[in-house]
T-cell receptor
């Protein structure tokens, strides 16, 4: 079964709006990562948040982690058309394996 | 510095045929991974390796074999392809865990495999 589950499965917003994606997981984790995948390409690492952190920022990205609820959220502020992609959360339960969720497909309309 | 490369980019196989997918990385990473990506399923780990000469099973290893004879290369083999193995295959690598571990994985561009 999938360790991480993203919500929503698909999201469509206007350029300039904020986009929020959520990820829920089932077991204890060491850290949680977010990746982006442009159509037909490999995944690109965006940001990592450790289990003892609650919030992290990187440019227009803000990630939160609530270990009591086993959930994380990714916020993209002031979205651009170039942000159109699929976004995946990945949980690390041991340092050898990473388990990915099914992803959220984001469309940013110019 | 090419990062992670995969060969081939596309392949069509008939049921029962065999093939090998090659992954190469030039970042001197210890860990390497093979994933498959199917619609609505995200990425599922097939096999992985934590160093030269070592391999381990992931979530969906059946029907696949791997080898890591050289640190920079990780091969994924399909001995007798089945239509259920139609998928996009991604290779990834990362540094060994250290004091400032990031666990960031670097992905190749993918191989699109169709089994008819």
């Amino acid at each position: 079964s999938q360790q991480g589950e993203e919500d929503p499965q698909a999201l469509s917003i206007q350029e300039g709006e904020n986009a929020t994606m959520n990820c829920s997981y089932k077991t204890s984790i060491n850290n949680l990562q977010w990746y982006r995948q442009n159509s037909g390409r490999g995944l690109v690492h965006l940001i990592l948040i450790r289990s003892n952190e609650r919030e992290k920022h990187s440019g227009r990205l803000r990630v939160t982690l609530d270990t009591s609820k086993k959930s994380s959220s990714l916020l993209i502020t002031a979205s651009r058309a170039a942000d159109t992609a699929s976004y995946f959360c990945a949980t690390v339960t041991s340092y050898d394996k990473v388990i990915f969720g099914p992803g959220t497909s984001l469309s940013v309309i110019p | 510095n090419a990062g992670v490369t995969q060969t081939p980019k596309f392949r069509v196989l008939k049921t029962g045929q065999s093939m090998t997918l090659l992954c190469a990385q030039d970042m001197n990473h210890e860990y390497m991974y093979w994933y498959r990506q199917d619609p609505g399923m995200g990425l599922r780990l097939i096999h992985y390796s934590v160093g030269e000469g070592t391999t381990a099973k992931g979530e969906v290893p059946d029907g696949y074999n791997v080898s890591r004879l050289k640190k920079q290369n990780f091969l994924l083999g399909l001995e007798s392809a089945a239509p259920s193995q139609t998928s996009v295959y991604f290779c990834a690598s990362r540094k060994k865990r250290d004091l400032v571990a990031t666990y960031e994985q670097y992905f190749g561009p993918g191989t699109r495999l169709t089994v008819t």
